[in-house]
């Protein structure tokens, strides 16, 4: 028998879920990912969905998460902005807002993000947008949400941006029903 194969073979026995690859590994299959694809990979790699709720968003993604949101790729997509509902329309349309919420902790969106746009496809009410709350960094937040979307969730989040004596905030485009 080949050692090469038998090496493979022991190390192949030993993973039994993708966050056991070493952080490397990890990093190098999200570079073939779109953006998007990317931020939910390093999201799911952190917690489960449920844990995020429950821990309103305050779960700090481990190293291979970090790298991976910091990657900036040629699609268009770089850490400082962040399109949301316009690459993948089924993976996408299946959001919600832990979902969300999730993503934009892994991008670090709080200090990171300059521009965010969520498209309608999204199934959110606008309560993932919170580890926004306060960012001073966001330029541009565009908002074409009409399904679920609830102004009395996003409203505060929105006025906590806008207080901040150093925010940089320049357009907010709010859904026209509003």
């Given amino acids: 028998m080949n050692e090469c194969n038998k090496r493979r073979r022991v190390i192949s026995s030993q ?23 990317r ?17 309103n968003y305050g779960i700090e993604p481990p190293e291979a998460s970090k ?9 268009g997509c770089t850490g400082e902005t962040l399109y949301i509902g316009y ?10 807002d832990v979902n969300v919420g999730s993503i934009l902790v892994c991008a670090d969106a709080l200090h990171r993000v ?7 496809y999204l199934s959110i009410t606008g309560q993932g947008l919170e580890p ?9 937040i565009i908002l074409e949400l009409e399904s679920d979307f ?5 409203i505060p989040i929105l006025d906590s941006i806008i207080e901040q004596s150093r925010n940089s905030l320049k357009q907010l485009l709010l859904p026209v029903r509003w």
């Fill in 15 to 37: 993973i039994k879920q993708v966050d056991q690859l070493p952080d490397a590994a990890l990093v190098s299959i999200a570079t073939f990912l779109p953006k998007i694809s």
């Fill in 39 to 55: 931020l939910v990979f390093a999201a799911a790699l952190t917690a489960p969905a449920s844990s995020w709720e429950k821990c």
């Fill in 67 to 75: 790298i991976i949101c910091s990657v900036d790729t040629e699609d």
């Fill in 87 to 96: 690459t993948d329309y089924y993976l996408e349309s299946k959001f919600t």
């Fill in 114 to 120: 300059k521009t965010l746009e969520l498209s309608d």
């Fill in 132 to 140: 926004l709350r306060g960012s001073i960094v966001l330029e541009q």
């Fill in 150 to 154: 609830c102004p009395g969730e996003i």
